[in-house]
């Protein structure tokens, strides 16, 4: 394979795997630990 066709899946496999944490953390079991400052400030 090319080096570039490496580097291009690699930068894709590396966004992939940002977001997919990043959507773990929002939504799976760590999302317990995090507040909700509209909740926390509420008039």
Request: charged share 15%; net charge negative; proline share 9%.
């Amino acid at each position: 394979m090319e080096p570039a066709t490496v580097l291009i899946i690699a930068i894709g496999v590396t966004v992939v795997a940002i977001a997919g944490f990043a959507v773990y953390m929002s939504f799976g079991p760590p999302s317990v630990a995090l507040s909700d400052p509209f909740e926390d400030h509420e008039d």
